[in-house]
């Protein structure tokens, strides 16, 4: 029994053909196109289901073809291709209105899905267009996030769908983690994003002042109060505004933000004229408000208010992935400053950064990588341009439970094949090992093998099998 129509798009013929071919066997009638130029003519032809379609293509790029897909059929589901992960691509994709993004290489399990979905969904509506900004980055270099996780891009995604609209918004995770990026990133791909985008922190001011911050005061409202001040919700009007570490904010206050939340008023302190708030509120805590509510020291309305959209921001150790990805980043950001030519990981120090716990996540990251290319200054950065607890800690006990259960993770969430955990596994770590020791005896197998404590035939034999290459006295 044939199933609903699919397009895919692509000017690589392989993924072409290894698509049509997959999709064929399970009974849905597919079609292709090398250019967006041969796919709208399809699309004035035929009517589908789904199209598949690469962002990066000669001619009509993907989002062109996208954006003019939507015209020709409203109602089409389309899921962008890419293998160039970035947090433009996702946000700006899922912005103009894809149905999906898939990352390359991808899982056919991920393309099966996803049709899947778009099959229930098909008696549903479409999401009304979100209009295209003219003025988005366009290089990774720009990128206020970084990701190639799995967990970053389900929060790409939730950006792209949810910057647009007005909705407030929570932003939740451990100190470090990047929650006023996110903040700002939103407001970048809002329809606000001309106007201000104000910051306060409830934590780092006192508390008897946060509210005149916030909605200013009247001359003479209090001591000291010599002339009329705005607040930040005036200074954010018709834009964005930020509350870091609302879990900080007093009852009382709670309560004043509640108000505005519900009715867009607030008042001076010491005024008796309201005050129209025209801002859009995004809110951030690292701390757990639930616990709080239940403690009776966060409101459960306002938390019900500021939380419409929730995004939780992963700790660096829960998507080590994304470390050599931001570890370049940071390197590009202090090399024009710090540096006297070009600064590069090396394979140990990737290696070190990779498995390190990263209790003050990104933060922490950001700091380690400006004290290296300082101390670099050229050439790769050594695990010698490292701080000093990198190079005597190693890893603790913690850390390798973390590795073991992100390696465990990993490969449930990429594979489906039943009994494999365990050769699997055992073969990275084994392999793994052999590499560090062998590079720790610069390669001499004699020596690598009594540090293991096996024969070194046994060895040998282990290398073979493994595949590891030996090469100038150490491991490649």
């Known amino acids: 029994m044939k199933r609903h129509k699919i397009l895919i798009v692509d000017d690589e013929e392989n993924i072409l053909w290894v698509l049509k071919k997959g999709l064929e066997k ?6 292709t196109a090398t250019s967006g130029e041969k796919a709208l003519e399809q699309l004035h032809k035929n009517k589908y289901l789904m199209m598949f379609s690469d962002i990066f293509m000669e001619g009509i790029s993907g989002l062109e073809l996208m954006e003019q897909s939507r015209q020709i059929c409203p109602e089409l589901k389309i899921v962008m291709m890419t293998a160039q992960d970035s947090m433009n691509n996702t946000i700006e994709a899922m912005r103009l209105g894809a149905y999906d993004y898939l990352s390359k290489p991808f ?9 899947e979905k778009a099959e229930a969904a098909h008696a549903h509506t479409q999401p009304e267009e979100v209009k295209a900004s003219d003025s988005l980055p366009t290089s990774d270099e720009n990128d206020a996030i970084i990701g190639k996780s799995k967990s970053m891009q389900e929060i790409f995604k939730t950006i792209g769908k949810s910057a647009g609209s007005d909705l407030s918004i929570l932003v939740t995770g451990e100190s470090g983690t990047g929650k006023e990026m996110i903040a700002s990133t939103l407001h970048h791909y809002s329809q606000r994003k001309d106007k201000p985008f104000i910051c306060i922190n409830c934590a780092a001011i006192a508390r008897e ?14 001591t000291g109060a010599v002339e009329t001040k705005i607040g930040k919700f005036q200074q954010a009007d018709g834009g964005t505004l930020f509350l870091d570490e609302i879990g900080d904010m007093e009852l009382p206050l709670q309560a004043k933000i509640l108000r ?39 409101r459960e309305d306002l938390y019900h208010r500021i939380n419409v959209i929730h995004i ?8 080590l992935e994304d470390v050599p990805l931001l570890a370049n980043h940071f390197i590009r950001r202090y090399a024009k400053t710090l540096a006297r030519g070009t600064v590069y990981l090396s394979d140990d120090v990737e290696r070190i950064l990779s498995g390190y716990h990263w209790q003050g996540n990104i933060r922490e990251l950001e700091n380690v990588i400006k004290r290296a290319v300082m101390l670099a200054l050229s050439g790769p950065i050594l695990p010698e341009h490292l701080p000093p ?21 990993d490969f449930l969430q990429n594979n489906n094949e039943e009994g494999m955990l365990y050769d699997t596994l055992i073969q990275k770590v084994e392999k793994h090992l ?29 290398i073979d099998t493994m595949k590891i290459e030996i090469k100038k006295g150490r491991i490649q």
Do not use: C
């Open 26 to 31: 399970n009974n849905f009638i597919v079609d």
């Open 389 to 409: 607890h990198f190079q005597e800690e190693g890893d603790s006990p913690s850390q390798w439970d973390d590795r073991l259960n992100q390696l465990i993770r």
């Open 312 to 319: 939780d921001m992963p700790p660096l150790r829960e998507r």
């Open 434 to 462: 052999f590499e560090i020791i062998l590079g720790t005896h610069s390669g001499k197998q004699i020596a690598a093998a009594k540090s293991l404590g096996i024969n070194r035939n046994t060895l040998k034999r282990k």
């Open 209 to 222: 002042l946060l509210e005149s911050e916030l909605f200013g005061h009247e001359r003479g409202a209090f």
């Open 107 to 115: 899982d056919f399990d991920d393309v099966y899905k996803l049709i």
């Open 260 to 298: 505005i939340l519900q009715d867009n008023q607030y008042y001076r302190v010491g005024g008796k004229e309201p005050l129209r708030a025209n801002v859009r509120i995004i809110a951030a805590t690292n701390q757990n408000l639930l616990d709080m509510m239940n403690l009776k020291k966060f």
